[in-house]
């Protein structure tokens, strides 16, 4: 036999194998339910991320909304998208907390928004909800930790969350059923490189 032969037929064996293991556990994940995504991390992809889960969520018929704790005073172009595709926006409108520099109205700011976000999590026609920059909101102690637990473990069954941001809290990724921790192995903005409209934001 060839060494070629060889090597195919061991390639082929191998895929055999992966596909017998991935068969399985599709067949054993039986259960049925929304689930508690946390991207968290210093890389970049965090929001990205959540965006695309929208986006595949209306790209399937569904209903999602979105919150936006934390928002730079540029416009955003997966809201322009969004919301014309039916997605329900609340944003805060802040700024960053380093800008904003004023705790009281950040406090403020936050917790206005925040009654949005309880609305959208005890609403069943919802099947997503993106809440976007929330690890800040509670690590500022903006939003009361045990209370954004308790409105997220509440939610319609069927309802998926997904919470992004760096630094999430422990007992947010305790929750969770999927964590992704971003890391940034290299970023364009520590090269000179402005932050760029349309890939950024
Ligand atoms: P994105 O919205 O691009 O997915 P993100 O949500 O992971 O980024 P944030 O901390 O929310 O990260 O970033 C807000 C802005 O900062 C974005 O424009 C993003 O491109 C940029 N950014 C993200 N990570 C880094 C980094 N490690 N260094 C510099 N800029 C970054
Ligand atoms: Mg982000």
Not at 52 to 66: D, E, I, Q
Not at 93 to 101: D, Y
Not at 153 to 159: G, M, S, T, V
Not at 162 to 172: E, F, P, Q, S, Y
Request: aromatic fraction near 6%.
């Amino acid at each position: 036999m060839s060494d070629q032969v060889n090597k195919d037929e061991r390639h082929k064996a191998r895929q055999q194998k992966i596909k017998e293991n991935v068969d399985k556990r599709i067949d054993d994940a039986q259960e049925e339910r929304g689930v508690l995504i946390v991207i968290t991390g210093n890389g970049k992809g965090k929001s990205t991320s959540g965006f695309g889960t929208v986006a595949r969520c209306v790209g399937h018929g569904y209903k999602a909304g979105v919150i936006q704790f934390i928002k730079g005073t540029w416009d955003c172009g997966e809201r322009n998208l969004l919301e014309n595709a039916g997605v329900e926006f609340q944003v805060m409108n802040t700024g960053f907390t380093w800008e904003t520099q004023n705790r009281e109205a950040d406090t403020a700011a936050a917790q206005k928004v925040w009654k949005e976000a309880k609305r959208m999590l005890a609403d069943d026609t919802l099947h997503l909800v993106l809440l976007d920059e929330i690890t800040y909101m509670v690590q500022y102690n903006y939003l009361d930790l045990d209370e954004v637990i308790e409105a997220i473990a509440n939610r319609p069954q069927e309802q998926s969350v997904v919470l992004t941001g760096r630094g999430a809290h422990r007992r947010l990724t305790e929750m969770a059923d999927t964590v992704s921790e971003v890391q940034p192995l290299k970023h364009a903005f520590d090269a000179g490189i402005k932050a760029r409209k349309g890939v950024d934001w």
